[in-house]
């Protein structure tokens, strides 16, 4: 059974059900869940469209969408502890990677935006990245 869980959350519908399916798990097997969000931050001079140089939500955001996913958890009687990381546009999903061997989870759960495969091929897909590049189960709530 999965005792420890990295949920990887962002502001989507798609991070909220994988927030109940990581709390699910973790009641399952009386394990534990980190919660991580990525902030995604430009390199001078190629900042993507529509972000600033701290990324398309602040500091205080990414803070409070992990708190809140943390509350969420804890208050189902589930241990929980949250972080923050940044990383450079386009590698959010190797943070998440990296993330999930510091804390040793068995198993890695992220919401998908829903985007079809076509779509998920020309944007990349978060999802789609960290299952290829994990070395551990990757559970994708859609």
Known sequence: ??????????????????????????RLAAGEVWVLTVREHGVQGKVPAGMGMAGPEGAGDAQATV?????????????????????VFGRAAREIVDDAGSHDVDVVVMGSRGRGDLAGLVLGSTAHKVIHLSDRPVLVVR
């Open 67 to 87: 708190d809140d996913a943390v509350a969420r958890l804890t208050s189902a009687g589930i241990t929980a502890h949250g972080e923050v990381r940044s990383a």
């Open 1 to 26: 059974m999965y005792g420890r869980l990295l949920v990887a959350v962002d502001n989507s519908d798609g991070a909220r059900r994988a927030i109940d399916a990581a709390g699910e798990l973790a």
